[in-house]
């Protein structure tokens, strides 16, 4: 158990709704990541958070959105889905100082399927 | 940009021996970390090792250590004394030191399948 926790585990949709993905990072740890893993593009690196702010934007499209909040927990906002965002999108937080600095931690992931 | 290349896309081995997992990348800095993760059925990415660019000593972690070749690029991981439950695939990964972005970068990653 990484300590980084995701909310739901699997979800069901249709094309063109919203849903929302929720992770806790591990205690204390300030950054929060977001990836996707599919099928045909790996997996890519979407968002990064760092105490509340945008760090750093990857392969984000724009129907994506992501904040995190003053706990520290993050939220991916995925909206008009499509079929091919179906993927499994993970979330992961490094810890703030210490020698684990550049080490990331992932949740059990978020398993979309947009029908 | 950086990339990471895992040419086999999978790989077997018996139980109790060894193998090796490659994986090249390329990159024009000089100070960087590298990663090897497992996933497992689970889909739960776990990480195996990791290798500071600076360091010219091999991580090793129990059964589990690297290769690495800053010269050539490579981080090949060496996986001892195989078990039934290193069977998963594997991803290379690259992460920038400096700069603000630390995102990972992960080669496309190598399945790996252990015989009884």
């Known amino acids: 158990d990484s300590g980084v926790t995701q909310t739901p585990k699997h979800l069901i949709t249709a094309t063109g709704q919203r849903v929302t993905l929720r992770c806790s990072p591990r205690s204390g740890d300030l950054s929060v990541y977001w990836y996707q893993q599919s099928l045909d593009q790996g997996l890519q690196f979407l968002i990064q958070?760092?105490?509340?702010?945008?760090?750093a934007k990857g392969n984000i499209l724009e129907r994506f959105s992501a904040q995190q909040f003053p706990d520290l927990h993050s939220e991916l906002n995925l909206s008009s889905l499509e079929l091919g965002d179906s993927a499994l999108y993970f979330c992961?937080?490094?810890?703030?100082?210490?020698?684990?600095?550049?080490?990331?931690?992932f949740g059990p992931g978020t398993r979309l399927l947009v029908l | 940009a950086q990339t990471v290349t895992q040419s086999q896309p999978e790989m077997s081995v018996q139980e109790a021996e060894t193998v090796t997992l490659s994986c090249t990348y390329d990159t024009s800095e000089s100070d960087y970390y590298l990663f090897w993760y497992k996933q497992p059925p689970s889909r739960q990415m776990i990480l195996v090792i990791r290798q500071e660019a600076y360091k010219q000593q091999n991580a090793t972690e129990n059964r589990f250590s690297v290769n690495f070749q800053k010269a050539a690029k490579s981080f090949s991981l060496k996986i001892s004394d195989s078990q039934l439950g290193d069977a998963a695939m594997y991803f290379c990964?690259?992460?920038?030191?400096?700069?603000?972005?630390?995102?990972?970068?992960f080669g496309k990653g190598i399945t790996l399948s252990v015989r009884p």
């Open positions: 990964a690259y992460r920038t030191r400096t700069g603000a972005n630390s995102k990972l970068t």
């Open positions: 992961a937080s490094s810890p703030r100082t210490g020698l684990n600095q550049e080490t990331q931690y």
């Open positions: 958070y760092y105490n509340g702010e945008e760090r």
